[in-house]
């Protein structure tokens, strides 16, 4: 893919990606190729809500949270001329969080391609 087209494609995800309004269900969907879990939260409706829980730790210590219950959820994303339904397995839920962590591993680990090359523009 090129560069261009990339960026093209990460203009796009910018404005499809809008911090939510008040009273809004819309958040910002972050692929993620280092967290190993999708977290989700605002915005999606939980199916159904496992046994288990889970601690996060992230990268400052100040940042932790616990007992978060491991969950499957749907979304629904409006694309230019699209409408996806999202479906996540085993996604670690907050209720209130605006930010969609998308694992790169577990969607890859569902034959979904994500390209996601770092690159720089000078």
């Not at 261009?4 to 993620?32: C, E, F, H, I, S």
Request: hydrophobic share 40%.
């Amino acid at each position: 893919m090129s560069k261009a087209k990339n960026l093209k494609q990460m203009r796009w995800m910018n404005q499809v990606a809008k911090l939510p309004q008040v009273n809004d269900t819309r958040g910002q969907m972050l692929d993620d190729g280092e967290c190993d879990t999708s977290l989700v939260g605002k915005g999606f409706f939980v199916e159904s809500t496992s046994d288990r829980t889970v601690n996060v730790q992230g990268f400052q210590e100040n940042m932790q949270m616990d007992a978060l219950p491991i969950i499957t959820a749907v979304t629904v994303v409006d694309l230019e001329k699209e409408t996806v339904i999202m479906k996540f397995n085993e996604a670690i839920y907050v209720e209130y969080n605006v930010t969609l962590l998308m694992s790169t591993y577990q969607t890859r680990e569902h034959g979904v391609v994500i390209v996601n090359d770092d690159f720089r523009i000078y």
